[in-house]
């Protein structure tokens, strides 16, 4: 994926015991290549759903998504998940790490759904590692890492792929507060430094102000928008 994320009028609704919960009511925004952009917004505004979305997820009830110029409702389930591995990485609160694999083997495990082998992934995923910090902690599981450190392993297996397009929901949520300045500092850092698209989805002004561009959910809706001509 080379070119931008474009959301058109885009709109999500779910059915919660029989009614209709309109989700997102119409939100039209476009991400560039190399942006960073954070996403904020109260629970129930929205940004989740948004985030679902624009990782290819989850498909609009209506409206047009657009992914590197391909509209997502034209692709089938196969390709979508061809495209989320491929062209974007994923970093989540939780961290979602495999709790007895390796820090290097976590890394890697994108790369065995590419069919890479296995000494150029363990090559590929211990360069990962090492550019979040992580380079002594290959061989360590994630229950002999630090909440911060799990987040920079998460990090790195975002990473690995080489994405062009890198979603962040929450990431500092289950971290204390040098431990997510630190992640965040690495997020700024890879934006910066490989050109990656970072989007950070969270609630937490502070994290949000660490973005060239601050988009504002509520309600379902696009409130504002910095970037926004």
Same mark, same amino acid.
């Given at each position: ?14 059915? /919660? ?47 047009? /998504? =657009? ?16 495209? =989320? ?13 495999? @709790? =007895? @694999? ?59 792929? %080489? ?57 379902? /809706?696009? %409130? ?6």
């Amino acid at each position: 994926m080379t070119g931008a994320v474009e959301a058109l009028d885009v709109r999500r609704s779910y059915q /919660l015991d029989g009614v209709a919960v309109d989700a997102l009511r119409g939100v039209t925004m476009r991400i560039e290549p190399g942006e960073y952009v954070a996403i904020v917004g109260p629970s129930g505004s929205g940004k989740s759903t948004l985030m679902h979305l624009l990782g290819c997820l989850d498909r609009p009830t209506s409206g047009t /998504l =657009r992914i590197g110029g391909v509209d997502v409702a034209a692709m089938s389930e196969v390709a979508l998940a061809a495209l =989320r591995n491929s062209a974007i990485g994923f970093v989540f609160q939780s961290f979602q790490l495999l @709790t =007895r @694999t390796t820090a290097l083997d976590n890394v890697a495990l994108p790369l065995v759904y590419r069919g890479v082998r296995r000494a150029q992934r363990r090559q590929k995923a211990a360069e990962a590692l090492d550019a979040v910090g992580l380079a002594h902690r290959l061989g360590h599981r994630p229950g002999q890492l630090s909440g911060g450190e799990q987040q920079r392993v998460a990090i790195a297996r975002a990473l690995v792929g %080489e994405p062009a397009f890198l979603l962040a929901d929450e990431p500092t949520g289950n971290l204390d507060t040098r431990s997510g300045a630190d992640v965040m500092e690495i997020l700024g850092r890879l934006n910066a430094e490989r050109g990656v698209a970072v989007v950070v989805v969270t609630h937490d002004r502070d994290v949000a102000s660490s973005a060239r561009r601050r988009v504002t959910m509520r309600d379902g /809706l696009l %409130e504002s928008d910095s970037g926004a001509a």
